[in-house]
């Protein structure tokens, strides 16, 4: 069955948002309740209840519980660890318009995310500030038109797909009268977390795009891929989307070998190529996530050694005011 919009907006409404709800619905101790809540008022808890149906019950180290779990460890400050380590609000051409790198501009589409990921490099990010829905889209209209050298845009967020497909059908009309576009890039979390959201109405905007879609998913570990998934990136495989995958290298949740291993086969099989693995951009409240680059380097290697070529992602940092993602290793 096919989900239509109210199932998405269903299961996003119903998302979990109170630690003490989700510590009792995962059997998890009350004792992690006051920590959570501190760190949940900095950076508010979220997850689909189908998000929270893979993770195992009463298992603190589960890799998926790890992300999305509010911790006491986010309230420290690290030597290192910044609000924006990206420079993200340094590039900021625009309302919402990131430029830095040749070609492609990235649009914040909407601040809003259907989950709340411990690690993200955006959790401190002014997203009120950035959402060019609610101007019609005019400033990355008048942005694309006084830089006829852009030939991709990305639509990123939060996440693009939390806008609902009347709005994305909005901006895309408008797109079509800039002939320099040649791609249209998604990078979304959400086939992965709300797998709903790849829904009748969602396929048939797509299936009409004059561009070539590519949809970069973002899926950290195998276990998140389950037969709801697996359904939605066969819709989107359906409907012409080339699916590419980035993953964030995370401590105690794919930082070994067998489950990268795991995770590229498992994307594989579902038309997914790998793109990226990235190492942490070094955000205050996630420095418990960090991988070093000598073991993420020595990774990589071993899975070189037990790979074909194809499935081995791009181990990459992003570093302030560089020409493109630095590749590392
Ligand atoms: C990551 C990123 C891109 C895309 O880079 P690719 O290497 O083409 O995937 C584009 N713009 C911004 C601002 C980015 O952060
Ligand atoms: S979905 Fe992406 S942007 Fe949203 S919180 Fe997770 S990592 Fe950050």
Redesign the pocket.
Known sequence: MIPRTADWKNALANAVRDPAELLALLELPQGLLPGAREAAARFPLRVPRGYLSRIRKGDLTDPLLRQVLPLAAEQEAIPGFSNDPVGDQE?SAARGV?H??HG?V?LTATGACAIHCRYCFRRHFPYAEENPGRQNWQGIIDYLRAHPEVDEL?LSGGDPLMLDTPQLEQLTRRLEQQPQLKRLRLHTRLPVVLPERIDQELLGWLARLPWQPVMVIHCNHPAEIDAEVTEALGRLDAAGVTLLNQSVLLHGVNDDEQTLLQLHESLFRHRVMPYYLHLLDRVSGAAHFEVGQQQAEALLERLRAFSPGYLVPKLVR?IQGEP??RPVA
Do not use: G, S
Request: positive net charge; glycine residues 0%; aromatic residues 10%.
């Open positions: 590039a990131l830095k790198y492609r990235l990305i992003e493109n993602k």
